[in-house]
C-alpha cells in the first residue's frame, strides 16, 4: 500500500504563489501516475495536474493551464505542485493521489487527506 500526506497548504494573497508537496510511503509507488485534485466550498472535487512519475507526461485542467506546474523527484519520493499567479477561485482543499494509469477522473487507487488552500482578494 501507498501513504500520500499533502504539506504546504495556508494563506497567500491573489497574485502569489505556493508549492505543494506530496509525500509517498510504504511501497513500490515510483511507477504510478500523481495527481491533483481540489474541492471548493459548494463544489465538486475536480482535477488540477497530473504526471507519470517515470515518464514526461503531465495534463493540466485549462483553469490553472500556464499558472500550475506538477513536477516529482522520484528519489525523493515526493510530488509537487507549484502554483503560482494564485487567484480567490484556487482557494479550495488540495488532495494528492495516485495510481496506475493517468487519468482527469477521480479514479485512484490512494489518496492524501488534503490541504487547505486559501487565497485572499
Known amino acids: 500500500q501507498v501513504h500520500l500526506v499533502e504539506s504546504g497548504g495556508g494563506w497567500v494573497q491573489a497574485g502569489g504563489s505556493l508549492r505543494l508537496s506530496c509525500a509517498a510511503s510504504g511501497g513500490t509507488f515510483s511507477p504510478l501516475a500523481v495527481a491533483w485534485f481540489r474541492q471548493a466550498p459548494g463544489k465538486e472535487r475536480e482535477f488540477v495536474a497530473a504526471t507519470i512519475w517515470s515518464g514526461r507526461s503531465t495534463n493540466y485542467a485549462d483553469s490553472v493551464k500556464g499558472r500550475f506546474t506538477i513536477c516529482r523527484d522520484n528519489a525523493k519520493n515526493t510530488a509537487y505542485l507549484q502554483m503560482n499567479s494564485l487567484e480567490p477561485n484556487d482557494t479550495a482543499v488540495y488532495y494528492c493521489?495516485?495510481?496506475?494509469?493517468?487519468?482527469?477522473?477521480?479514479?485512484?487507487?490512494?489518496w492524501g487527506q488534503g490541504t487547505q488552500i486559501t487565497v485572499s482578494s
Open positions: 493521489a495516485a495510481g496506475p494509469i493517468l487519468t482527469t477522473k477521480s479514479q485512484y487507487t490512494y
